[in-house]
């Protein structure tokens, strides 16, 4: 090939010239094809939370759902465990895992299922349902609330200590919790846990309140035998052992029910108070497959808090991470504006799954039509 001249072009040029174009279409179709590839395994996490008071109705459910659809939320989080109660039917049909939990009072005698309710409508909104389990917490502030047969009344010995040896009140912190360091305890829960994955065809399960109240805890007599059993010499790091014990005994538990359950956690962000006081070490958690996701509630209004205690969990895995933001208001403002700060900071650290407590805070504060994620 010569140019204008008569001169002849180097062999490069000629094929830039002859391939450059159809190399170029090539390289969009694949370049297409890949982005198209990896947004398919990471798909964005929009994830809601209901609690008990929202979801004590079919209309009610109905609402949530429509909202969620409409701002494109794809996840929907039911909290079906008030205070160690259900708002489902325990032992619905396969009582092959014990429950004897009482319904809640949110829901007093009426025949109605709010979780398989949800289930039975979610598909016509292409949102998944998660159950929503505070586990420890037991109680709520105030007893007339619970029944004669709740695990308060029926296992008082199971009540976690202070350490001054005193059993934990039942209207401190968020209510009294059971001792996660008890073999018994444990064996309780995961029959709640195993009964609900057993009798509804959840797209996931989410424990929270996963974790002891505070370090002051854990001093429970029986918790101590076990202690003293085991042989350890550290006391907190054994605290820690119990909890992530739990989490992969629930994790394997409802995997063996069903394979395709995702078993979530929703779990502090400051990563100093969650192992330090809490015994909640989730990033471990993470790292030995004991969670499929975690849900990192960042509920801080300082933007610089946020960002402080988004960076002290930088060991987490980003694509198995939802931050969590805070939607609601108390006595001071909280405009949409801080929240929308919070989801540019997280992004910039390497973050893409966002989730909002609660449904009713973002209703009630009109933040949905506003919020930028």
């Known amino acids: 090939m010569k140019n204008s001249k008569g001169i002849p072009l180097p062999f490069s040029f000629i094929f830039a010239a002859k391939f450059q174009i159809p190399f170029m279409r090539y390289f969009f179709v694949f370049l297409f094809f890949l982005l198209l590839f990896n947004s398919s395994i990471y798909a964005q996490n929009r994830a809601l939370w209901a609690t008990v008071w929202d979801i004590n109705s079919a209309e009610k459910i109905d609402a949530i759902l429509k909202t969620a659809h409409h701002y ?65 917490v037991v109680t709520p502030h105030d007893l ?64 929270d309140y996963i974790r002891y109240p505070d370090s002051l805890y854990g001093y429970n ?7 003293r059993q085991s042989g350890s010499k550290n006391f907190e790091q054994w605290k820690r052992d119990q909890v992530s014990q739990f989490v992969k005994k629930v994790n394997n538990q ?54 402080r205690d988004v960076k002290s969990f930088y060991a987490a895995d980003r694509k198995k991470t939802t931050i969590i933001l805070r939607a609601w208001k108390d006595q001071k403002t909280y405009p949409v504006a801080q929240i929308n700060e919070k989801i540019k900071i997280a992004k910039r650290l390497g973050y893409r799954n966002f989730g909002f407590y609660s449904y009713s805070g973002l209703v009630n504060n009109k933040y949905l039509p506003l919020i930028r994620f």
């Open 221 to 227: 007599p029986l918790a101590l035998e076990q202690f």
């Open 254 to 307: 409802s995997k063996q029910i069903d394979s395709n359950i995702q078993v979530s956690a929703a779990v502090f962000a400051n990563q100093s108070k969650a192992f330090n006081r809490l015994g909640q070490q989730w990033i471990h958690w993470q790292q030995q497959g004991y969670l499929d996701h975690a849900y990192v509630m960042a509920y801080n209004t300082s933007n610089t808090t946020f960002h």
């Open 72 to 136: 494109h939320f794809n996840q929907l989080f039911l909290q079906v465990r008030y205070r160690g109660d259900a708002l489902y039917f325990p032992n619905k049909k396969d009582s092959s895992f014990s429950n004897s939990e009482s319904r809640c009072y949110v829901l007093k005698n009426s025949p109605f299922d709010p979780l398989q309710y949800a289930i039975n409508q979610a598909p016509k909104y292409d949102i998944e349902i998660h159950a929503w389990i505070p586990v420890f």
């Open 144 to 207: 007339t609330k619970i029944d004669s047969n709740h695990v308060y009344y029926q296992h008082p010995e199971w009540i976690t200590y202070t350490k001054s040896g005193k059993p934990m009140p039942y209207n401190s912190h968020e209510g009294a919790f059971l001792d996660p360091g008890i073999p018994q305890v444990q064996d309780y829960l995961l029959g709640v846990m195993g009964d609900i994955v057993k009798n509804y065809k959840v797209n996931g399960i989410q424990l």
